[in-house]
């Protein structure tokens, strides 16, 4: 559906995206996670041929948005961050007015007005003016709008941003039900957001992918480490480079409560032995040892964290 | 002949979609235009300021002629243009819905098409409300219609000229007040330029410099004088800021 290869986008001296390259399958949900500025809008404008890109192509359903860009333009709905509508029209008025722009026919567009007005929850108001709704209402309006052609591909920009939490859940629910019928992606800098809706996620820090696939694997493929809360008693700080020289150990943090420690070792490598066998050389009795599965939140401000250090 | 009929059919079919569009643009920029105080603001200022001085100049001269209103009310669309166009692009740029008619299977011309009809239709309205001095000069007196009409034509082609220069202004900012200023700097520029005229000294560059005074080619209109080259000034005019206000929309992208 969407095919992106080697883009780059630079402002000025500034890199908004390098050298990016992903796919997106026809039927998938994907997040673009990252924290602000990392270059997820910036993506997404180059999708929808807002922006057009230093280098690199993109493709949707087959037309290159720079070549081809009326076809891809016509295969895409489209809500970017800020809901770009008219105070000064109403929900009607400004939904026939973007239909219109995409090639409907007016007899088509009355049907598909009501159908996604229902869809999103609108059809109550849709005789008040925009400036006069709530900004959760619309965010449904601006859904409805890229709805409105029924494309194969809708891309959402934060589309909870500024939303208190009820309406959250009913967007986010309203996301999980239409993208039984199109291909989505969405972006977010919230976590359980994008784990919650989305099949795959792509993680974006400076403009780089980080990190993708599904949760699962991300949370497995994070640099292969699993995590090893133990607690020893009588352990003084001597006990830190102890645990860091069992082979296998990659990281070890003390943490809070007294004598517990974090110990990070490399993925298929069960250390809970040689724990066990420090513990009783040591006569460290072990009041605690549980592993600790990385959720996707320490994935995200891992992988993220890393490219800060690096750079 | 068949075949001629057939081409032209053709031609239209494949422009509808296309006219389409600009209707639906035109459309909403009229409705946003309606809805918003500004347009009121402006025709009222607008006729205040015309009816003015159509009764300072009628009392003054006693003539049934609208040639001396035509030029004063040249110098108020000098301000009433700028304000006209300042939100055309400038404010769904703030907005954020330039981003929608960008990302729509709509081209910069059709969407410049569409707001620059909707512009000229909302300047002709208001000038349609000053026909009313016109309607009062016929029902007291005997003016001379060829005068009128190519004064009412030239004012026309000088207004349409001054609102493409107003359109651009707001193409190449997301800041109403900045698109103001720098369509009233363009108009005002383009209107005293033929004052330089007197002092130069190369005769070629001088007459180029009054050549593109904005001003001076109004003057033959409202004596009731169509000349080619003054409709040709002004359509080119209005053609080169079009031109411009997409090439300003297109390169935003890069």
């Not at chain 2, 703030?94 to 300047?123: D, N, Q």
């Amino acid at each position: 559906m969407i095919s992106v290869e080697n883009l780059s986008r630079h402002f000025g001296s500034t890199i908004a995206l390098n050298d990016v390259s992903l796919g997106v399958e026809k039927g998938e949900i994907v997040g673009l996670l990252g924290p602000n500025g990392a270059g997820k809008t910036t993506m997404m404008r180059i999708i929808t041929g807002y922006l057009a890109p230093t280098s690199g192509t993109v493709r949707v359903a087959g037309f290159d948005v720079r070549r081809d860009s009326l076809d891809a333009r016509r295969r895409i709905g489209y809500l970017p961050e800020t809901v770009p509508v008219y105070s000064e029209l109403t929900v009607r008025e400004y939904l026939a007015f973007t239909g219109a722009l995409h090639d409907l026919t007016p007899s088509m567009v009355s049907s598909r007005i009501e159908l996604c007005m229902e869809k999103t929850g609108i059809s109550a108001v849709s005789h008040r003016l925009i400036g006069h709704l709530s900004k959760g209402y619309r965010q449904r309006v601006g859904l409805a709008q890229a709805l409105l052609h029924d494309p194969e591909l809708l891309i959402l920009d934060e589309p909870t941003v500024g939303l208190d939490p009820t309406q959250v859940v009913e967007i986010r629910e309203l996301i999980r039900e239409l993208s039984r019928s199109h291909t989505v992606i969405l972006s977010s800098h919230i976590l359980p957001e994008v784990s919650h809706i989305c099949s795959r996620v792509i993680i974006i820090d400076q403009g780089r992918i980080v990190g993708a696939g599904t949760q699962e694997e991300l949370e497995r493929s994070l640099k292969g480490a699993e995590n090893i809360m133990i607690q020893l008693k009588g352990a003084g700080p001597d006990a830190l480079d102890a645990l860091r020289s069992i082979p296998g150990v990659k990281g070890v943090r003390a943490e809070s409560g007294v004598g517990s420690f974090l110990v990070e070792s490399s993925l298929g490598c069960d250390i809970r032995e040689e724990l066990f066998n420090l513990a009783m050389a040591r006569r460290w009795p072990i009041l605690e040892m549980r592993v600790v599965s990385l959720g996707l939140e320490e994935v995200f401000r891992r992988l993220t964290r890393q490219e800060e250090t690096a750079s | 002949m068949n075949g001629m009929k057939d081409r032209l059919q053709a031609i239209l079919k494949a422009l509808k979609p296309s006219l389409n569009k600009v209707w639906a643009v035109f459309r909403k920029e009229l409705a946003v235009y309606f809805s918003s105080p500004v347009a009121y603001i402006v025709a009222a200022v607008f006729l205040l300021f015309s009816g003015y001085f159509f009764s300072v100049v009628l009392s003054y001269t006693r003539e049934a002629s609208l040639r001396l209103l035509f030029q004063n009310v040249a110098i108020i669309m000098l301000l009433v243009a700028p304000m006209l166009t300042m939100r055309l692009f400038a404010e769904e740029k703030k907005m954020g819905t330039f981003e929608l008619l960008v990302t729509a299977p709509l081209r910069i011309s059709e969407l410049v098409a569409g707001k620059f009809l909707g512009a000229i239709i909302l300047f002709l309205a208001i000038m349609g409300i000053t026909l009313e001095y016109a309607l009062v000069l016929a029902i007291f007196g005997e003016p001379d219609w060829g005068p009128m009409l190519a004064g009412y034509f030239g004012f026309t082609l000088m207004g349409t000229a001054f609102l493409a220069i107003g359109m651009f202004a707001s193409s190449l900012t997301d800041n109403q007040i900045v698109a103001v200023v720098t369509s009233f700097a363009i108009l005002l520029f383009m209107w005293i330029i033929g004052w330089a005229s007197d002092l130069i000294p190369s005769v070629p560059i001088a007459m180029f410099i009054r050549s593109i005074s904005i001003i001076d080619r109004f003057e033959s209109f409202s004596k009731g004088i169509i000349d080619t080259g003054d409709l040709f000034y002004y359509l080119s005019v209005i053609g080169a800021f079009i031109f411009l206000t997409i090439r300003s929309l297109d390169w935003r992208r890069w």
